[in-house]
């Protein structure tokens, strides 16, 4: 192409931002209503009543930074309307109201595409390689930054994940090119902002406990006790202490903590969201629903012992299993631990440096997504998205990403339920799809096909299973009868692609081989 | 990359700025009596459906012509008649008889957003791919960048997404017609065109060069043998399909003359709504309203645009390549205003001919904050001048000899001061773009000048267009570039 080498990273960024910007009259989901409240309750109220204000039912429910992160941009939303930040004006929805939250989204995401520029950096480039589009930084690049579940989920649908995501990538960048500390601080920052990210901390703490805070290893690999820096593990913990202070320091000065603390983790909610993530418990649920009804054909069971299927019904509640034990938050957390137990050893006992503790916090956020409690599909973001830098160096990875990938994007399409989002989703979904198939196939050309014939089928099938649930199902007459129907296969079918990757992905990090462990 | 996946991801890519422009809102939403373009189709739909096909141009009791009358050709109303059958298995409400009129929801919104891009899918967008693979001169990356561009131009995509309208159909036509012409096949080329005629009688500005080429090329290959049976063959060609087009309004005479007098108003003036055209500017000058009367204001406007068209035409004539064919289409660019927005990406391979596009999108902009459609304008022009810039980049290869500014030059130089640099006037037409589109959209006009920033975007645009027609002039009358000097290394 004409335009010089430097210059396609911008032109990318240019490029996603105007895309954004033709959503802003796209449905937006009550996520927005969610924002607007606490854009009002952070500018209206005093510190002291933002955790205990429910006049809305979407309560304060993110760490205290978010909420100081709502205070500033209520200072720039006043010049656009300040009637959406009065805390009674419930579902207010001006035009004005609306440019100005969809354009905070499109512009906070600078910070998504700074940590964007900042990874495709840490790629190896291969020699000679001069066409740009060949590039694995390019292919990068393109991959998060016109990530279809970003674009769906942010813009659209509406939340401020790429704002958030800037964070992750940074500090991954940032231990990617062995500055710990500075990654260290944007996590913390990040823990602050929205605690799901807790899914990866088990992976910093290890890593940074075993990586930073022993300066050095043996020439096996194993732990050299004696190289134990205090020094470091003093200035860790002060930065996490730091930063927990600046966020949660006026509420424990308060005596506020147990409400904070209730609001972010309200486990009154049921085991799987109204529309079940497409996890190891969606599994476990359709199989205790067809054990369930198998069980009444075959006469061993009594229908009227069955519980109502309130499971189906699409409603956020605390429910019973019919034939297989109940799952309770602490069995999920146990399953949760258990699950990501291996990946944490590996990289304590052997450690491989920044690409391992890349693949372990993978492994911690899958391994959450799969087995946790409560869980949001959107959550699958967390794994794709650093996926993505290990797609473009390594062949098997390439593989895994497409899998988990097409399967995580397209479990995000009961999102946008509306007709008129229908075109673009599915236009999204074929243009990214169809960039990462031939981009990444032809990165690792050289070394053979990237995906086994078998999981090609599988991924073909995901084109039966939209087609079904988004054109035959509707018109057909089960639409009345089980409306929960295309959702419910739609995870089930997912949830078999991202449990395959999970264990792909834990097979290449156990059967890696040995790399030279590095000084830090 | 293969070409492929590079075409498949920019179509996409179009889709997506269209769906998105047609998110919003379109023309007259809301607005009773009349409301506006996106009612007169939906109304269309209805007559066509309900009434004979006798009875669809004649004001009757069913049929109100005051009321959004058909006023294009035959194909339109066809088009709508298949518009209308698809409406009324899906809702019957929507092209019921009187009962429909200023009929809005979303559902009937989406429809009808849903006919405009399938309309473009089968015929606009094809015949863009397929023309910048195989007509324009390149890398495979540099025609798909050409093709991208093509595609982003805001104009169709404001009007036709935004506003409402179908002219990606006849665009699309025509533009299967260039593409014939180009690979050499005149008789199909004569048919598309004449089914982009059928379906507006707009085309009829482009339908001289088209003319003149054929009947040129017949001329050179020998009006004795060759080229006379050549000649037959698209004459037969051209009869037979209006004939097949007109086949139902044929029984009567008197059904042919009130379809004719329909897509030909006579009676309304030379400028409706403030247009970007020559007689709009030359309004603030003299008055010609009111010194010529109606008849004589549309026969001076009909023999100066055959004027101005007419020096390409004989050139045209004399030599009939498809180099001069291209550049003839565009001369005649300049002269009217709706048929104007044919994007002739002909010449898109340097950045300095975005500008009139521009220009002219800019020149509608009154139209489309009335219409609600700023956020789509901004985003849309926006998208169209960085990527025209970044991706042809033409600033770095735009030498004078490619664009033949000579000639140009001098007459430049005449006319104002003389800055050198020709990259210079382009970042001033933007410049005065973008400050015209912030007074138009922010400011409010004095009391006495209520059309001001109308105007002055009329006579701007106007500007840029005399400016690129005596260049296109100027270009037609010289050499084409030769092979060597085109081919740049990428």
New interface residues.
């Given amino acids: 192409m004409a335009a010089d080498s430097c210059s396609w990273f911008p032109a990318l960024a240019v490029g996603v931002s105007l895309l954004k910007c033709f959503f802003i009259s796209a449905y937006r989901s009550t996520d927005f209503e969610v924002h607007r409240n606490w854009l009002a309750i952070t500018h209206s109220l005093p510190v002291s009543r933002w955790y205990y204000e429910n006049t809305s039912e979407w309560t304060l429910d993110y760490p205290p930074l978010f909420a100081w992160f709502e205070l500033g941009l209520s200072q720039v939303a006043r010049r656009f309307d300040a009637n959406m930040l009065q805390v009674e004006n419930l579902n207010y929805a001006s035009p004005a109201t609306v440019l100005f939250q969809r354009l905070s989204v499109i512009v906070t995401d600078v910070v998504f595409i700074y940590a964007a520029r900042e990874c495709c950096r840490c790629v190896r480039e291969p020699k000679g390689s001069r066409d740009v589009l060949s590039r694995p930084s390019f292919v990068l690049a393109v991959l998060l930054l016109w990530n279809f579940g970003l674009l769906v989920v942010d813009h659209i649908h509406f939340q401020y994940n790429g704002f958030l995501f800037g964070f992750l990538l940074l500090s991954v960048a940032k231990h990617l090119q062995s500055q710990h500390l500075q990654g260290a601080l944007l996590f913390a920052f990040l823990l602050n902002l929205k605690h799901i990210y807790l899914y990866v901390a088990p992976a910093y703490g290890v890593y940074l406990l075993r990586s930073y805070c022993f300066a050095q290893d043996n020439k096996d690999g194993s732990v050299r006790w004696s190289s134990f820096s205090p020094l470091r593990l003093l200035a860790l913990g002060a930065i996490v202490t730091s930063v927990c202070a600046l966020s949660f320091g006026p509420f424990i000065a308060m005596g506020q903590l147990p409400q904070v603390l209730s609001r972010l983790f309200p486990f009154k909610r049921g085991l799987c969201h109204a529309y079940w993530a497409p996890n190891i418990w969606a599994l476990y649920n359709v199989l205790d629903k067809s054990l369930a009804v198998l069980g009444v054909r075959l006469k061993l069971l009594e229908e009227a012992e069955l519980p109502p299927a309130s499971m189906t019904g699409g409603l956020v509640q605390e429910f019973e299993h019919s034939v297989l034990p109940s799952v309770t938050p602490a069995v999920t957390l146990v399953c949760t631990l258990l699950s990501i137990l291996p990946a944490v050893a590996s990289i304590w006992l052997r450690p491989h440096g920044a690409q391992g503790f890349l693949r372990c916090l993978l492994l911690c956020a899958l391994g959450c997504f799969m087995f946790g409690w409560h869980v949001h599909e959107k959550a699958i973001l967390i794994a794709i998205l650093p996926l993505s830098i290990l797609a473009v160096e390594s062949r098997e990875d390439a593989g895994i990403f497409l899998i988990l990938t097409t399967t995580g994007h397209y479990s995000l399409f009961p999102l946008l339920f509306t007709p008129a989002e229908l075109p673009i989703k599915v236009v999204l979904m074929l243009m990214f799809t169809i960039f990462s198939f031939t981009a990444l196939r032809k990165l690792h050309s050289a070394q053979g096909s990237l995906l086994h014939p078998l999981e090609v089928i599988y991924l073909l099938g995901l084109v039966a299973v939209a087609i079904a649930c988004e054109v035959v199902f509707p018109l057909s007459p089960w639409q009345q009868r089980l409306p929960f129907l295309p959702l419910l296969v739609t995870s089930v079918y997912c949830a078999m692609g991202v449990c395959y990757a999970f264990l792909r992905l834990y097979a290449s990090l156990l059967l890696r081989r040995e790399e030279k462990p590095k000084q830090l | 990359?293969?070409t492929w996946?590079?075409v498949?991801?920019c179509v996409?890519?179009a889709?997506?700025?269209r769906?998105?422009?047609s998110?919003?809102s379109y023309s007259g939403a809301g607005k009773p009596p009349m409301f506006g373009d996106y009612e007169a189709q939906r109304h269309w739909q209805e007559v066509t459906y309900n009434l004979p096909i006798q009875e669809w141009y004649f004001n009757t009791t069913n049929n109100d012509l005051n009321y959004w009358g058909l006023d294009y050709p035959p194909l339109t109303a066809y088009h709508s008649w298949i518009c209308a059958y698809i409406a009324k298995t899906i809702n019957p409400e929507w092209v019921e008889l009187h009962k429909s009129r200023g009929y809005e929801s979303?559902?009937h919104k989406?429809f009808m957003r849903m006919t405009v891009?399938v309309a473009d899918l089968l015929i606009y967008i094809p015949a863009v791919v397929l023309y910048c693979l195989y007509l324009t001169d390149g890398s495979s990356?540099?025609k798909v960048?050409i093709m991208f561009c093509f595609l982003l131009y805001p104009g169709l995509i404001l009007i036709d997404y935004g506003h409402f309208q179908y002219n990606g159909v006849s665009l699309g036509f025509a533009l299967w017609g260039i593409l014939a012409l180009g690979l050499g096949w005149d008789v199909l080329g004569s048919m598309a065109f004449s089914l982009a005629l059928n379906y507006k009688q707009m085309e009829l500005y482009h339908a001289l060069p088209f003319f003149c080429y054929l009947l040129g090329k017949c001329i050179k290959t020998g009006l004795i043998g060759r080229g006379l049976f050549l000649l037959v063959r698209i004459g037969v060609t051209v009869l037979a399909t209006f004939a097949l087009c007109w086949l139902p309004f044929l029984a009567e005479p008197s059904q042919a003359m009130q379809v004719v007098r329909r897509i030909f108003p006579v009676a309304r003036g030379l400028f409706e709504d403030k247009v970007a055209n020559t007689w709009c500017s030359l309004n603030t000058l003299i008055k010609i309203k009111s010194i010529l009367s109606g008849d004589s204001q549309l026969y001076l406007s009909l023999a100066c645009t055959l004027l101005a068209v007419l020096p390409s035409c004989i050139r045209l004539l004399t030599k009939p390549t498809f180099w001069h064919f291209k550049l003839a289409l565009v001369s005649v660019f300049g002269i009217q205003h709706w048929a104007v927005f044919k994007p002739t990406g002909l010449k898109c391979n340097e950045i300095c001919y975005a500008c009139p596009f521009l220009v002219f999108v800019c020149s509608m902009l009154p139209l489309f904050l009335k219409d609600g459609l700023l956020?789509?304008y901004?985003?849309t022009s926006?998208?169209f001048l960085?990527?025209s810039i970044?991706?042809?980049?033409?600033l770095?290869?735009c030498s004078e000899d490619k664009l033949r500014l000579g000639a140009y030059n001098k007459l430049f130089y005449c006319l104002f001061i003389p800055w050198g640099n020709h990259f210079l006037h382009f970042y001033i037409s933007i410049a005065a773009m973008v400050g015209l589109s912030i007074a138009t959209a922010v400011l409010i006009p004095p009391p006495h000048l209520p059309d001001l920033f109308p105007v002055l975007v009329s006579t701007t645009a106007f500007l840029h267009f005399l400016g690129t027609f005596i260049h296109f002039n100027v270009v037609q009358f010289s050499e084409p570039p030769s092979r060597k000097s085109q081919k740049k290394s990428?």
Avoid: E
């Fill in positions: 990359m293969q996946s590079l498949s991801i996409l890519l889709i997506i700025a769906w998105g422009v998110l919003n979303t559902q989406l891009l990356k540099k960048s956020v789509p901004i985003v926006l998208g960085f990527f970044y991706l042809l980049s033409a770095d290869h990428n």
